[in-house]
């Protein structure tokens, strides 16, 4: 299932009134999880990391719900994308030479006191704190910024992911080398850059977010233009199907962001090419048009039968219109094609539950079981997973998942009370008590 405009890890309600300087919604400021988008820059990122010498499993890419052009990396090894971002890069060279650069900015240890400092933050609370931190920013009020964050007032009030120009040409240097280094084009970067170059003659309110926080200036400019005139990998093409595959993403992002109306204007029906196909089949889905969504996806499907990401659209429509067997079918085939997408499992699990049979919860709780091994930060997996152990009457392995899921949301008091009430129920010793007992502790350390 798709989980876009669908804020897994929104803001807290109560940082609404900080948030007001910048926009009316920032106060939903969510992420959102896509197995498709979430592959695609994965694929762009993975090569990159390595050229840097990173590891590239231990780096955690997060997309974010903002129509704002931004990137930053903040608590340690996490990349944040902006959907925003996304949508507006011309082609997928400029999406890698934000990440190109941004790698920079891991390598080099770029606020690495405060990285630091944010290490044991959750996502909400970053996300917080890079929120308080735009708020100051766009309001002129550092005040504005001290009602938001971790660990107080004192670090909300720091320069949060504003770097020096002296980082920002360290890491342009950085990007291009390790551009160069996969045989790619920095023309990207050069796009990217170029396209934001305007920006900073608009006032703060009005400028992006990534120009407050990675200064432009022309040399940084003239840096990259020079190292095109001299790369040998300046006309580099774009790795086979990256076009496609981010042409899909836009389409995709403007399907379940834009309103319905909007989409179809932007993909109309002369345009018979993959993409706008994909993206009209969203758009009636989201309208609400079952009869043409299906017709849609099921054309795509006729002429894409192994496509995984066209079974799993197909699954979220039929599933979200109360035809649960019908969805369960399409996600079996989209987990076939796709087996190491934890999300897709999720989904699938989800379809079999609400069918409410035995043997049917015995597969959810499989499926689920796979999803969390692959995917332990996927809160709605956890949640999944304490329906299907409840249903079959484990009530101690309920209480560990429902205490995972509290854990990963931030409800440290949640989650002390489910995994004390999940150790109550479970063989002392076992796999699941010991690990409910590493919940409870790190609840009470957080909380002292």
């Known amino acids: 299932m798709s989980y876009i405009a669908r804020g897994l890890i929104a803001i807290l309600v109560s940082l609404s009134v900080a948030l007001v300087p910048i926009r009316a919604d920032a106060a939903g400021l969510s992420l959102i999880r896509d197995s498709e988008i979430e592959n695609t820059i994965r694929d762009y990122a993975t090569p990159l990391f390595a050229a840097a010498g990173l590891f590239p499993e231990n780096i955690r890419i997060y997309i974010v719900n903002s129509d704002d052009i931004n990137a930053f990396v903040a608590g340690g090894q996490n990349l944040f994308l902006n959907t925003g971002l996304l949508v507006r890069a011309d082609d997928p060279t400029?999406?890698?030479?934000?990440?190109?650069?941004?790698?920079?900015?891991?390598?080099?240890?770029?606020?690495?006191?405060?990285?630091?400092?944010?290490?044991s933050a959750s996502i909400a609370q970053i996300l917080a704190l890079v929120l308080g931190a735009a708020a100051a920013a766009a309001s002129g009020e550092a005040?504005?910024?001290?009602?938001?964050?971790?660990?107080?007032?004192?670090?909300?009030?720091?320069?949060?992911?504003?770097?020096?120009?002296?980082q920002e040409q360290a890491a342009d240097q950085a990007g291009t080398k390790y551009l160069d280094r996969i045989g790619q084009s920095s023309r990207g970067m050069l796009g990217i850059l170029e396209k934001l170059s305007g920006q900073e003659m608009l006032l703060t309110a009005r400028q992006s977010p990534y120009v407050r926080s990675h200064p432009l200036t022309s040399e940084r400019l003239s840096f990259v233009r020079e190292h095109l005139a001299h790369s040998p990998y300046a006309d580099?093409?774009?790795?086979?199907?990256?076009?496609?595959?981010?042409?899909?993403?836009?389409?995709?992002?403007?399907g379940f962001q834009q309103q319905p109306g909007r989409t179809l204007m932007i993909y109309p029906e002369t345009d018979?090419?993959?993409?706008?196909?994909?993206?009209?089949?969203?758009?009636?889905?989201?309208?609400?048009?079952?009869?043409?969504?299906?017709?849609?996806?099921?054309?795509l499907l006729a002429d894409f039968p192994e496509d995984p990401y066209f079974q799993e659209l197909k699954g979220q429509m039929l599933y979200e219109n109360g035809r649960p067997a019908e969805a369960a079918e399409a996600y079996s085939k989209a987990v076939a094609l796709k087996p190491n997408a934890p999300l897709m499992r999720v989904a699938h699990a989800e379809a079999l539950l609400a069918?409410?049979?035995?043997?049917?919860?015995?597969?959810?709780?499989?499926?689920?079981?796979?999803?969390?091994?692959?995917?332990?930060?996927?809160?709605?997996?956890w949640r999944q997973l304490a329906v299907a152990h409840g249903r079959l009457g484990d009530i101690g392995m309920a209480a560990l998942a429902l205490a995972e899921e509290a854990s990963l949301l931030g409800r440290k008091r949640d989650a002390r009370q489910q995994a004390q009430r999940s150790q109550a129920l479970l063989p002392v010793g076992s796999p699941g008590w010991l690990r409910a007992q590493d919940i409870e502790n790190a609840a009470r350390k957080e909380d002292r």
Not at 277 to 286: E, K, S, V
């Open 236 to 254: 580099a093409p774009t790795p086979p199907g990256f076009d496609m595959r981010h042409k899909r993403m836009v389409a995709k992002l403007h």
């Open 143 to 166: 005040g504005v910024a001290a009602g938001v964050g971790v660990g107080g007032g004192e670090m909300a009030r720091r320069a949060l992911l504003n770097y020096s120009r002296t």
């Open 355 to 381: 069918l409410n049979q035995e043997n049917l919860t015995r597969s959810a709780l499989a499926e689920l079981q796979e999803a969390m091994r692959q995917e332990p930060e996927f809160s709605r997996g």
């Open 272 to 299: 018979t090419s993959v993409p706008a196909r994909y993206a009209r089949a969203i758009a009636y889905y989201r309208t609400p048009d079952m009869p043409r969504a299906l017709t849609e996806i099921n054309a």
């Open 94 to 119: 400029q999406v890698m030479g934000v990440i190109a650069h941004e790698t920079g900015h891991i390598a080099g240890g770029h606020l690495a006191r405060l990285q630091e400092e944010l290490r």
